[in-house]
């Protein structure tokens, strides 16, 4: 069993629907998580940053982490098609240097 | 500031060649990071440097993969010799420190391997 699970999709959504991304974890020492983004043919880069359970909002972007259940979610309120793009979720025990990424969910909104 | 360098951006071998990935950091981070992605295997770490010393190769697949830092500002990913199932897309990353200020990692744009 992989450390992180995230479903690869492909998840397909109209233009400014909510879009939920989820990834379940079985590691309990992972205290940091972070959602990264890829665009097609480009590097990941990152979206947002948690520590420890809670949420966590930006712009149209809320991370939510439930270490109890060790599960994350990414939340995308009204979606655009520039949001098109896979979405790797990531985490990290202490000292936050060894990511260890989700499979990655690959997004694409329709206008 | 230039972002993570790699080249080269596309690399097409036949199997049994030797393979050489390069990376240029961002200068002033002295961490470097290579990863490899597949649709299959998602993104995995296969090796990280701290101040040009190899810390964790535990991701190395096996021992036709190599990797060297041998200043700052370049790192070598080698596979000698390659096969078939080496084809993937391969990154290298660096942050500053030694550990990425809010989990940030800087990726360049991957190296795209196929080994025919």
């Known amino acids: 069993q992989k450390e992180v699970e995230q479903d690869p999709g492909p998840l397909s959504v109209p233009e400014g629907a909510i879009v939920s991304l989820n990834c379940t974890y079985s590691?309990?020492?992972?205290?940091?998580f972070m959602w990264y983004r890829q665009y097609s043919r480009k590097g990941p880069e990152l979206l947002m940053y948690?520590?420890?359970?809670g949420n966590k909002e930006d712009g149209r972007f809320t991370a939510q982490v439930d270490k109890s259940s060790k599960y994350i979610s990414l939340f995308i309120r009204d979606s655009q098609p520039s949001d098109s793009a896979t979405y790797l979720c990531a985490m990290s025990g202490r000292g936050a240097q060894k990511l260890v990424f989700g499979q990655g969910t690959r997004l694409t909104i329709n206008p | 500031d230039a972002g993570v360098i790699q080249s080269p951006r596309h690399e097409v071998t036949e199997m049994g060649q030797e393979v050489t990935l390069r990376c240029k950091p961002i200068?002033?981070?002295?961490?470097l990071f290579w990863y490899r992605q597949t649709m299959m295997r998602g993104l995995e770490l296969l090796i990280y440097f701290n101040n040009n010393v190899p810390i964790d190769d535990s991701g190395m697949p096996e021992d036709r993969f190599s990797a060297k830092m041998p200043n700052a500002s370049f790192s070598t990913l080698k596979i000698q010799p390659s096969e078939p199932r080496d084809s993937a897309v391969y990154f290298c990353a660096s942050i500053p420190g030694l550990a990425g200020v809010k989990g940030e990692q800087f990726f360049g744009p991957g190296t795209r391997l196929t080994v025919l």
């Open positions: 200068s002033g981070h002295n961490s």
């Open positions: 590691n309990s020492a992972f205290q940091y």
């Open positions: 948690t520590y420890s359970s």
